[in-house]
C-alpha cells in the first residue's frame, strides 16, 4: 500500500462511527412534477413573422394601413377599421395556433381608436398567478388520489407523491379541466 494514501484511510477509519451497523433510511423518495405556465418567445417571434407577412400579402388588407409588430413586450396590430383590425388578430391567432401555442396564453385588449386608426394590443400571459394556483391545489386536493400534495412555489405548483400512477392521474385530471391558464407539465422525477 502507498504510504500517500495511507493518513487519508486512517482519517476515514477515525470518521466513520465504530461498531454500528450503517444506517437504512427505508422507503423510496417521493415523485414529483412542476406545472408550469410558460411560452416560448422565439415561436411567438416566428408567429409574428408569419402573420406580418400574410398581413402584407393578403389583398383585402391592402390600403387600409393594417400592420402587426412587437412593441416592447407587447403586440401592437393597427387598421384602419375595428373590422380589419380584428381580422389581424385572428390571422395572429392562427398562426399562434400552428406553432403550438395555447391561446389561453394570450391577453388580447379590445380594439380602440387612436386618432384615424384603430389598435390592439396583445400580449403573452407567463407564470401561474395565485388565483389561478389556488383553484389548482383545490382541484388537486378535493378530485385528485389521496396521498397527493402540492405546493405554490412564486409562479409555478409543484406535487409530490409516493406513486407516479397518482401523478399521471393529476397530470389527466388538470388536461381535462377548463382552466384560464395554459398549463405544462415539467421536471417529471
Same mark, same amino acid.
Request: aromatic share 6%; net charge positive; charged share 30%.
Given at each position: ?16 462511527? =465504530? ?15 412542476? !406545472? ?48 380589419? =383590425?380584428?381580422? !389581424? ?11 403550438? !401555442? ?9 380594439? *380602440?381608436?387612436?386618432?384615424?386608426? *384603430? ?10 398567478? +395565485? ?20 405546493? !405554490? +412555489? ?15 392521474? =393529476? ?12 398549463? +405544462?407539465? =415539467?421536471?417529471?422525477?
Amino acid at each position: 500500500m502507498p504510504q500517500a494514501s495511507r493518513p487519508y484511510q486512517l482519517a476515514m477509519i477515525t470518521k466513520r462511527s =465504530v461498531g454500528r451497523a450503517p444506517r437504512y433510511h427505508g422507503g423510496m423518495a417521493d415523485s414529483t412534477f412542476d !406545472i408550469v405556465s410558460k411560452v416560448d418567445p422565439m415561436e411567438v417571434d416566428n408567429a409574428l413573422n408569419q402573420a406580418h407577412k400574410e398581413v402584407a400579402q393578403r389583398y383585402d388588407f391592402k390600403n387600409v394601413g393594417a400592420s402587426i409588430a412587437m412593441s416592447g413586450e407587447k403586440v401592437l396590430m393597427k387598421a384602419s377599421t375595428e373590422e380589419r =383590425v380584428k381580422a !389581424i388578430l385572428e390571422v395572429f391567432e392562427a398562426k399562434l395556433i400552428k406553432r403550438g !401555442i395555447s391561446l389561453r396564453s394570450l391577453d388580447a385588449g379590445e380594439p *380602440y381608436a387612436s386618432g384615424k386608426e *384603430y389598435r390592439i394590443e396583445t400580449s403573452m400571459k407567463a407564470g401561474i398567478d +395565485q388565483e389561478n394556483a389556488k383553484k389548482i391545489t383545490k382541484i388537486i386536493r378535493d378530485e385528485g388520489p389521496k396521498g397527493v400534495k402540492s405546493q !405554490i +412555489q412564486g409562479d409555478e405548483l409543484r406535487v409530490s407523491s409516493k406513486s407516479r400512477d397518482d401523478l399521471q392521474a =393529476v397530470m389527466a385530471l388538470l388536461k381535462g379541466k377548463d382552466l384560464d391558464v395554459a398549463l +405544462q407539465f =415539467v421536471n417529471f422525477r
